[in-house]
């Protein structure tokens, strides 16, 4: 870069941008290269890797990266849990000994005294070589054909895909573009449930208009119903600060009434995953549409009822 350039970039004025540079030389001699261009034009450039001393990662920076490879370790995701160790490995290898010993006593002392919380759920187990293959194909527009088994059935299938992307959350998917002529649409597809994957010789064209968000936002949850509801819960004052900092969904709308009660509006799909959400709020939140939602949530309240009048008997 040019000192005009740098000055620029900083937002400082060019004698200030003189002052870096010369601070720059200082703390890394010869590591500033100074090029002259045939118009007599001056610039200046740091080679790559030369800046990595000035720029050690953080003790809570490091401490992150470990709690993320325990978390993905209990979430089953062995694969991301040994990169996410390898990656920290090799960042606190790369340190020098004066910039490591302080930070070693203190994440060893964290790392101890933290830990990631385990929350009550489905535990996935996906296979490495799956997930891998799969993040292959994807980077690779390469189609892929699976034997898929289907949770509710057991039943197993072998669609041809189109890989698109991947959503997270307490269970791992795969959003995949099935181009069959009786489905040509996006779906999505449990890792877990992939027994086999094999990559296809042939490959795709992207349709670059489909946006991975906007997909994932139809839905509360997982689960697409084949229609969006407008969607409005009403939370008790009793909740409301609790309702208020919550995420329900990506385009959600917050109002709050005269007697402390928080409003919650939103579009999305995935009755059963909202109605299994709402039983956590218990007697303080209110389904005020729609009202095909109500009818689910008293079924399921039904069917709850049956299964312990069962287990009683």
């Not at 450039?45 to 720029?55: E, F, H, I, Q």
Request: aromatic share 8%; proline share 4%; with cysteine.
């Amino acid at each position: 870069m040019t000192l005009d350039e740098m000055a620029t970039l900083l937002g400082v004025g060019r004698r200030t941008a003189e002052r870096l540079r010369d601070a720059l030389h200082r703390l890394m001699p010869h590591a500033l290269r100074e090029e002259v261009l045939e118009d007599g034009t001056k610039r200046w450039r740091v080679p790559a890797g030369r800046l990595a001393t000035l720029l050690p990662p953080s003790r809570d920076e490091l401490l992150e990266l470990r709690l993320a490879a325990e978390r993905a370790q209990q979430q089953g995701l062995r694969l991301e849990a040994e990169r996410l160790t390898s990656l920290a490995l090799k960042l606190e290898a790369a340190q020098t000994r004066a910039a490591w010993r302080p930070v070693e006593g203190d994440l060893s002392d964290l790392l101890r005294g933290t830990g990631a919380v385990v929350r009550p759920g489905p535990e996935e187990t996906l296979e490495p070589a799956i997930v891998s293959g799969l993040r292959d194909a994807f980077l690779a527009n390469r189609v892929v054909r699976l034997v898929y088994r289907r949770r509710d059935t057991a039943e197993r299938s072998f669609p041809l895909l189109h890989p698109y992307g991947f959503l997270t959350g307490s269970r791992a998917y795969l959003v995949g573009f099935n181009p069959h002529p009786e489905v040509r649409e996006h779906r999505l597809y449990a890792i877990s449930n992939i027994e086999r994957l094999t990559p296809m010789e042939t490959g795709f064209v992207r349709d670059e208009g489909f946006d991975l968000q906007a997909f994932a936002a139809r839905s509360f949850g997982a689960f697409w119903d084949g229609e969006r509801f407008d969607v409005v819960w009403r939370f008790s004052a009793a909740v409301a600060g609790d309702a208020r900092g919550f995420r329900f969904h990506r385009d959600q709308r917050v109002s709050e009434d005269a007697a402390g009660r928080v409003t919650v509006a939103f579009t999305a799909s995935g009755l059963t995953e909202m109605v299994w959400h709402l039983f956590t709020w218990g007697a303080h939140v209110e389904v005020l549409a729609p009202e095909v939602l109500r009818i689910r949530y008293r079924a399921c309240l039904a069917e709850a009822c049956t299964a312990l009048d069962d287990a009683a008997a």
